[in-house]
């Protein structure tokens, strides 16, 4: 393990965040981990240190949690990726880029998000919503085992057999909260050869092309995965087809497809456009009905941009109390997006009225007054015997985290 201090010249290359307005976080010291026994060594540094630490992924936790004035594990050298039959165990360092091109050179990917410097732990331990899941689920119900250093420096691989109720846990709770997971083990699914749509309409028509993406888009077939963009520029329908594509009740806008690209430049195409370093606020909530035409009408007249992203399909499929991820029964989520914190507030509660409640815990958003149910659902009470069971003393926490005030 490397300790990396404020004088070192590498020290603010590696504690930025991907978010600028958690940039002024600094980290008492960074500590390199290249190895679960260096995971274990920064945990005991930290503790006889009485400092607190958080495990940095990709650095792309919209609340800043993988920021800290403490130690800060970096862990972006712990990114091997091994592939074995279908099984592919990953290091918990990996980003999805490289996580995606090395598994397409062995036929395979994993259902997961696009942004390519995304971390695999973060994105895996908060659920994984992605082009693939309509198909087979969420990145986290493709989770066959992972290897944890818990907050005494034990170290455990935990899957449906062992410490089975830490797998369940760790499959969808929210990054952070039981342990530092060092490496994922998944079933791998074929890298699929697949459609890139795009279809486009000027911004006065957004109100009916929400209407009609939101009666067609959480209902198709499971090999159409398509999200839906209203901003300053226009309405944009996007996203992957398996196999021919049809665009429904949506085939009115301007269509452009490819299909010649392999899955990784596919996804690659798609995330083109990734945040720079203006501040950009959101906030998100998930829908199990339509929104209504007013409220629609409503929405497209302020000044956000409203992301839509379809549920339904595999990732329904699993009961909500099956793993830690308990939003099952949602039809979409909706995240409201701009510079402005106030233009955001107004357009999530324009929304807020129709929402189910439930909030993907991978957007995390401190404005939640319930967050425990916003976040877990019925899952609360059991994730908290867990969190009791493997960080009896909270040394993984931070606000809305498990274990902590409600
Ligand atoms: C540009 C962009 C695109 C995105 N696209 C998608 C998408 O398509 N689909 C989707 O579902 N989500 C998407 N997200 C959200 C993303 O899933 C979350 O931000 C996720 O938490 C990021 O993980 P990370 O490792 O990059 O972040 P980090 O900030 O490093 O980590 C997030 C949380 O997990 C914890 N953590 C990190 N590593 C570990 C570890 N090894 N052990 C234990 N805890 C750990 C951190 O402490 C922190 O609490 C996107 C976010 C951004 C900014």
Redesign the pocket.
């Known amino acids: 393990m490397e300790l990396i201090g404020p004088d070192h010249e590498r020290y603010d290359e590696l504690r930025r ?3 600028p307005q958690y940039a002024g976080i600094r980290p008492h010291v960074i500590a390199r981990c290249e190895s679960t026994g260096d995971v274990v060594e920064a945990l005991s540094y930290a503790r006889s240190n009485n400092l607190p630490l ?9 609340a ?3 920021s800290t004035t403490g130690v800060m ?1 970096d ?1 972006s050298t712990l990114s091997a990726i091994s592939v074995r039959d279908t099984v592919t165990t990953i290091g ?2 990996a ?1 999805l880029a490289g996580v995606y091109r090395e598994l397409h050179r062995h036929g395979l990917t994993i259902p ?4 390519p ?7 895996t ?6 082009l693939l899941g309509r198909r087979y689920g969420l ?1 986290c119900d493709r989770l066959l085992a992972a290897t ?1 250093v818990l907050a005494d420096g034990t170290i455990v691989t935990c899957d449906a057999e062992r410490d089975s109720d830490l797998f369940w846990a760790l499959r969808g709770a ?9 490496s994922l083990t998944f079933a791998a699914v074929p890298s699929p050869q697949a459609t890139l749509f795009v279809i486009t309409w000027p911004r006065a028509r957004a109100a009916e092309v929400i209407a009609a993406w939101q009666g067609w888009a959480p209902d198709a077939p499971d090999d159409i995965t398509a999200s839906l963009e209203v901003t300053a520029d226009g309405v944009k329908v996007f996203g992957a087809a398996l196999g021919r594509f049809d665009p429904g009740p949506l085939g009115d806008g301007e269509i452009a497809l490819r299909d010649d690209l392999s899955w990784p430049d596919l996804k690659r195409t798609l ?1 083109e456009g ?2 720079d370093d203006r501040v950009i606020h959101s906030r998100s909530e998930f829908f199990r009905a339509p929104l209504p035409r007013d409220a629609v009408a409503d929405l497209v007249r302020g000044d956000c941009e409203l992301h839509f992203t379809p549920m339904g399909g595999a990732y329904n499929r699993v009961p909500g109390d099956a793993t830690a991820f308990a939003h099952r029964g949602e039809r979409f989520l909706l995240e409201h997006v701009g510079p402005e914190r106030d233009a955001v507030r107004r357009s999530w509660a324009l929304a807020h009225r129709f929402a189910s409640g439930r909030v ?1 815990q ?2 995390p958003d401190p404005e939640l007054t319930d967050w425990a149910t916003a976040y877990h659902g019925e899952n609360f009470d059991r994730l908290s015997g867990i969190k009791q069971k493997y960080d009896p003393d909270g040394v ?1 926490h ?1 606000p809305q985290a498990l274990g902590g005030a409600r």
């Open positions: 965040p991907a978010h958080t495990p940095r992924g990709g650095g792309h936790c919209f800043g949690r993988s594990l862990l918990a360092g980003r997961g998000g696009c942004g410097t995304v971390g695999i732990a973060g994105l331990l908060g659920g994984g919503l992605g990145t944890v929210g990054g952070g909260q039981f342990g530092v997971v060092t995330s990734e945040p993907y991978n957007f993984f931070f």
